[in-house]
T-cell receptor, first 112, second 112 residues
Framework: SAVISQKPSRDICQRGTSLTIQCQVDSQVTMMFWYRQQPGQSLTLIATANQGSEATYESGFVIDKFPISRPNLTFSTLTVSNMSPEDSSIYLC?????????FGSGTRLTVV | QKEVEQNSGPLSVPEGAIASLNCTYSDRVSQSFFWYRQYSGKSPELIMS????GDKEDGRFTAQLNKASQYVSLLIRDSQPSDSATYLCAVNEDTGRRALTFGSGTRLQVQP
């Protein structure tokens, strides 16, 4: 199965700043998915990122707040912009393995 | 709106017992079903996938799917304290969207 390297693993950020999260996959994948997991909650899909096209965002998530890049078939970034304490969550990237989805190790973000 | 429902628990079972975790889903076009285990502070890891009605066994784990009743379950035999975790049910439509929708998870506690 694919191995996903996600970084940073955690960060503490000031309100109003931005953080970019990176995911590197050890094989080429068509789609990459970005999820958010708020404290004590389940996973919520933020967006789906295809290489060479604009990401598709779920209801409640907008590109200005969560811009995504997908420059090639093994890499993607998610930026959390103009952060507020409500953005404190775990952010996870994921890829479809064909028989299940693999997740990166997650980025634990705390906004102060 | 696709919904995936799980009892949040905690479900407490003694060591060596069978743990039964249940999940219902609302979208009749859902085609693929997954069970993930998530330890505290870690990312989800895939336990089982199931696509057809009936049972699928893998070691101590058995997934059961009933599409007519829109119900999927996970049985864990000979439960061990190391099985204590949150178990997430996830479904997708197997269409172009491809992303998973997650339930809220059931916390399992296996008592030594």
């Amino acid at each position: 199965s694919a191995v996903i390297s996600q970084k940073p693993s955690r960060d503490i950020c000031q309100r109003g700043t931005s953080l970019t999260i990176q995911c590197q996959v050890d094989s080429q994948v068509t789609m990459m998915f970005w999820y958010r997991q708020q404290p004590g909650q389940s996973l919520t899909l933020i967006a789906t990122a295809n290489q060479g096209s604009e990401a598709t965002y779920e209801s409640g998530f907008v590109i200005d707040k969560f811009p995504i890049s997908r420059p090639n078939l093994t890499f993607s970034t998610l930026t959390v912009s103009n952060m507020s304490p409500e953005d404190s969550s775990i952010y996870l990237c994921s890829v479809d393995q064909g028989d299940g989805y693999t997740f990166g190790s997650g980025t634990r973000l705390t906004v102060v | 709106q696709k919904e995936v429902e799980q009892n949040s628990g905690p479900l407490s079972v003694p060591e060596g017992a069978i743990a039964s975790l249940n999940c219902t889903y609302s979208d009749r076009v859902s085609q693929s079903f997954f069970w993930y285990r998530q330890y505290s502070g870690k990312s989800p890891e895939l336990i089982m996938s199931i696509y057809s009605n009936g049972d699928k066994e893998d070691g101590r784990f058995t997934a059961q799917l009933n599409k007519a009743s829109q119900y999927v379950s996970l049985l864990i035999r000979d439960s061990q304290p190391s099985d204590s975790a949150t178990y997430l049910c996830a479904v997708n439509e197997d269409t172009g969207r491809r992303a998973l929708t997650f339930g809220s998870g059931t916390r399992l506690q296996v008592q030594p």
